[in-house]
């Protein structure tokens, strides 16, 4: 009868598969209910004599039982865990995800340039809207209502009064308004103008300069072109001031330097001048002061503003802007 008992667990343990049925399994022999207990309860109906002797059999059996699935539970935690190590298995030989790295556009590159130069020379940066004010665009500026930068074909209206900021000094302007005299700003930021060819696109970039103070002479402003161009090309590089003429300034130049492609000997980017025009400039017209309210007894000041695609292009040697803008890859990954 015992022996029966002990080759049916057997039989039963060879169809284990998991620890789940092995669980059931002890229950079915070794539980409160289980084959074993019964036998085990079922003592006290025999003789002492009877006792010792089947309750040895049933304890040899209990102890069997108990070290079969002891050993049962090691096997099958040992291939749980090699399912599950094989499951998981990572090959770490093989080569790494490809991760691309993006980098600075060109124009932001050249742009922080030019605004670090400026901040190691003293000046703030500032910001104005791009969606503009006539007034603060053109009116204050001492731009006539008949120039030709306010016609349609030139300027994007939003309405009469509104629209994109043709240039950056209406920052000039809100600026001024802000603050007391001296100020000493630059303005980077976009700028909006309707034409499109090689070397114009609807959206650009400019960085306008303002500095206003007692006693500020054409010299300062010489002065803190030369620098920022040597500073931002090298030193070799010549600069010259041309008479020119804005409305907000007077006396208004435009400066050029020599032209880095051919070291000023002549090619096809400087039109064989040997010269390159990079920048407008000029001492603030007392027009523009008197319309913020600032002393022209007392104070004056200059003013510039440059492209920085310009720049740029010339830096980089680019021969057409729209490049900047079509997000071709091939193009952005060479900076
Ligand atoms: N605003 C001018 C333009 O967009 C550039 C310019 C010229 C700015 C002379 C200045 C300046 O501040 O003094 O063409």
Redesign the pocket.
């Not at 043709?166 to 000094?169: F, P, V």
């Given at each position: 009868m015992f022996e029966e008992i002990r080759d049916r667990f057997s039989e039963d343990l060879k169809s284990v598969q998991s620890l789940q049925e092995l669980n059931n399994l002890k229950v079915k022999y070794l539980g409160k209910k289980g084959i074993i207990t019964a036998q085990l309860k079922s003592l006290s109906t025999l003789s002492p004599s009877e006792r010792q002797v089947v309750g040895k059999l049933i304890n040899n059996i209990k102890l069997f039982i108990e070290n079969e699935i002891a050993s049962k539970e090691l096997f099958l935690k040992d291939a749980e865990l090699q399912n599950l190590l094989k499951a998981e298995y990572i090959d770490i030989t093989l080569p790494g995800k490809y991760t691309s790295y993006g980098s600075e556009h060109p124009l932001n590159i050249v742009l922080n340039e030019v605004i670090d130069i400026f901040i190691r020379m003293g000046f703030n940066v500032e910001e104005g809207p791009e969606v503009e004010l006539d007034y603060y665009n053109f009116e204050a500026l001492n731009i006539p209502k008949d120039h030709p930068a306010r016609d349609m074909q030139d300027t994007f209206y939003i309405s009469e009064d509104i629209i994109l900021r043709?240039?950056?000094?209406p920052v000039?302007i809100r600026g001024m308004l802000k603050r007391k005299p001296p100020v000493r700003f630059i303005a980077p930021g976009k700028v909006y103008r309707c034409d499109a060819d090689i070397s114009h696109t609807p959206m650009f970039h400019?960085v306008?300069?303002?500095m206003i103070d007692e006693n500020i002479t054409f010299s300062n402003l010489k002065g803190i072109l030369v620098a920022f161009i040597h500073m931002m090309f090298g030193e070799e590089i010549p600069v010259r001031f041309r008479p020119s003429f804005?409305p907000?300034?007077e006396p208004?130049a435009e400066v050029d330097m020599g032209c880095i492609l051919c070291k000023g000997t002549g090619c096809r980017v400087c039109k064989q001048s040997g010269w390159l025009e990079i920048l407008?400039?000029?001492m603030v017209h007392p027009a523009v002061l008197e319309n913020v309210g600032y002393d022209t007894e007392k104070y004056n000041g200059f003013?510039?503003?440059m492209g920085i695609e310009r720049i740029a292009m010339l830096k980089y040697q680019i021969d057409d802007i729209r490049l900047f803008f079509e997000n071709d890859i091939r193009f952005l990954r060479q900076f």
């Open positions: 043709t240039h950056t000094s000039q400019q306008e300069g303002l804005f907000f300034t208004s407008g400039a000029g003013a510039f503003g």
